[in-house]
């Protein structure tokens, strides 16, 4: 107990110190690279939460490319990759995560190492993490059609914005439910002009992402899990919220589905465990809105491999 009091108190401690900086003055145009869309985004959930860490009981890595509006010019393309796995003392988790994104002339990559501390409550357990990393931003204005150079508005060859950041949550899950709470990002960034840029800490800027679920057996073969996401600006309110629904056929094929409520979009999915060690996903994004005239939609596959897994045939792990 009085090593999970030390743990616990470390990271509260860091979690302040991503307030340095100075306060965003509104004289200059805020940099967010954001939070991007992941569809699957329960089977990586590392990408949204650093507590995730070490959840999966087993060396955990995971790839996933997403491909973002089909049909439309430049769309953005998503590539993400993620490794995490509890230690000798199981109650430490040590994560790494990247993604890497680009769209029209803007190409964005994120590397984060993540740390996580677990704490065993009732059935389940709590999982207190947080992690450092820096986003970076790149924006070759050279390639746009249109542009005569030199243009005093759209500089050539400006150089990369590199970003440091941090990122905390908490996460706790047993074998029927789950929950989690996090703060992508403590940090902004103000674009000053010339390609220059100032870290500010703004408690307007920050957003949380929220995820519960859990699972209603049915019988051996055929359960349900139900499950939301919700994620929430201090400044705009609701930016995100997902509905989401999957049936488990004999612990090998789970079939389901996301409403993607504030964007006006339904989301198809599909998940193969080809054995205890290897899963493979796909889902399909249906814009139904205005979006619907422009673009077929979004695909996105994941690909995850666990090395050492503590889950048998007969308990499979179900977040």
Same mark, same amino acid.
């Given at each position: ?5 030390? $743990?616990?108190? #470390? ?19 805020? %940099? ?32 996933? $490319?997403?491909?973002?509006? %089909?049909?439309?010019? +430049? ?8 490794? $995490? ?6 109650? *430490? ?6 993604? #890497? ?12 190492? *993540?740390?996580?501390? $677990? ?22 204005? =050279? ?9 005093? *508005? ?18 706790? #899950? ?27 800490? =703004? ?45 488990? %056929? ?15 979009? *339904? ?15 796909? =889902? ?24 050492? +897994? ?10």
């Amino acid at each position: 107990m009085r090593n999970a009091l030390i $743990h616990i108190i #470390f990271i509260l401690m860091l979690v302040p110190l991503t307030g340095a900086g100075q306060e965003d003055t509104g004289t200059s145009s805020r %940099i967010s690279l954001g939070y991007p869309v992941y569809s699957q985004y329960l089977q990586n959930g590392l990408m949204i939460n650093p507590a995730y860490a070490g959840s999966r009981e087993a060396l955990s890595m995971m790839v996933s $490319h997403r491909s973002q509006w %089909i049909g439309m010019a +430049s769309a953005p393309l998503l590539q993400s990759l993620s490794a $995490h796995s509890p230690m000798k003392n199981d109650k *430490v988790a040590l994560g790494l995560k990247a993604q #890497f994104m680009t769209y029209g002339a803007t190409k964005e990559s994120s590397i984060y190492a *993540v740390y996580a501390y $677990h704490i065993r409550v009732n059935r389940g357990k709590l999982s207190l993490g947080i992690g450092g990393g820096v986003d970076i931003s790149n924006t070759d204005y =050279s390639i746009l059609q249109g542009i005569t150079l030199p243009d005093p *508005v759209f500089t050539p060859n400006d150089k990369a914005y590199t970003m440091p950041n941090v990122t905390a949550g908490a996460y706790y #899950f047993d074998k029927r439910f789950f929950a989690g709470l996090s703060v992508p990002a403590f940090m902004s960034y103000l674009n000053t002009g010339n390609g220059n840029i100032e870290m500010t800490h =703004s408690l307007e800027a920050y957003s949380f992402i929220a995820t519960t679920g859990g699972l209603i057996t049915f019988s051996d073969d055929f359960k349900f899990k139900p499950s939301a996401l919700v994620q929430y600006s201090v400044s705009e309110g609701v930016e995100k919220l997902d509905i989401n629904g999957n049936f488990i %056929i004999s612990d090998l094929i789970w079939v389901g589905g996301s409403w993607r409520c504030t964007e006006d979009v *339904v989301v198809g999915l599909v998940q193969a465990n080809l054995n205890q060690q290897l899963m493979v996903g796909f =889902s399909y994004d249906y814009p139904l809105g205005k979006m619907n005239s422009v673009t077929k939609g979004s695909i996105e596959i994941v690909l995850r491999y666990e090395l050492g +897994s503590k889950v048998s045939a007969a308990d499979p792990r179900y977040f």
